[in-house]
Nanobody, 122 residues
Framework: QVQLVESGGGLVQPGDSLRLSCANSGGPFSQYVLAWFRRPPGKEREFLASISRTGGSSYVANSVEGRFTISRDNDKNTLYLQMNNLTPEDTAVYFC???????????????WGQGTQVTVSS
């Protein structure tokens, strides 16, 4: 069972970039499909991106495609989300998640981090 901890959130200005990390302290990391979700204030959790076990394939939601990139380093037991050209609408708590089969629905994922807050404001 993986144990996930997100980091890298914070307060940034519109147009800035930010890279989130999700570190695993359990294992085995490479057996899991990984994903990023976010929950904006007052809204439901939203799927952002997922990545295959090897990192060879990934899927990014239309809402953030072209600005967000998901990647993973299995040797470092870490998942990443590179976010560029951030806007106030990207303000949310960001979560990483893991499961054995993938998908874009939150209820398919049984392993979650605690979340990291990203606030985009001038």
């Amino acid at each position: 069972q993986v144990q996930l901890v997100e980091s890298g959130g914070g307060l940034v200005q519109p147009g800035d970039s930010l890279r989130l990390s999700c570190a695993n302290s359990g294992g085995p990391f490479s057996q899991y499909v990984l994903a990023w979700f976010r929950r904006p204030p007052g809204k439901e959790r939203e799927f952002l991106a997922s990545i295959s076990r090897t990192g060879g394939s990934s899927y990014v939601a239309n809402s953030v495609e072209g600005r967000f990139t998901i990647s993973r380093d299995n040797d470092k037991n870490t998942l990443y989300l590179q976010m560029n050209n951030l806007t106030p609408e990207d303000t949310a708590v960001y979560f990483c998640a893991a499961n054995l089969r993938g998908g874009s629905q939150a209820n398919l994922y049984e392993n979650w981090g605690q979340g990291t807050q990203v606030t985009v404001s001038s």
